[in-house]
Nanobody
Framework: QVQLVESGGGLVQPGGSLRLSCAAS????????MGWYRQAPGKQRELVAA???????NYVDPVKGRFTISRDTAKNTVYLQMNDLKPEDTAVYYC????????????WGQGTQVTVSS
């Protein structure tokens, strides 16, 4: 069993910054990728950023240049540095991790609220 523990969400003014953290623990054999999804009111959950085992990163267009995803493989922890936050970034952010070699497993955090408002 793998658990993802998220932290770092909160209320921030437009232009502010937050850093989300997500630590994976449990029966982890290997982590292929970790990242963040978000779900805003009235919208479907979307991929925000992801980082692969090889270090490749992907970002959804609206956050490119503002968000940075990183991973500490030794700690099984992924971070999302969010700068220049905008109201449209308001959402519940969910950490995820993909593990496994031949059989893939997806795990999700409980979600952390990010609210960008003045």
């Amino acid at each position: 069993q793998v658990q993802l523990v998220e932290s770092g969400g909160g209320l921030v003014q437009p232009g502010g910054s937050l850093r989300l953290s997500c630590a994976a623990s449990g029966s982890i054999f290997s982590i292929n990728a970790m990242g963040w999804y978000r779900q805003a009111p009235g919208k479907q959950r979307e991929l925000v950023a992801a980082i692969s085992s090889g270090g490749s990163t992907n970002y959804v267009d609206p956050v490119k240049g503002r968000f940075t995803i990183s991973r500490d493989t030794a700690k099984n922890t992924v971070y999302l540095q969010m700068n220049d936050l905008k109201p449209e970034d308001t959402a519940v952010y969910y950490c995820y991790a993909e593990t496994g070699l031949t059989i893939k497993h997806d795990y999700w955090g409980q979600g952390t609220q990010v609210t960008v408002s003045s």
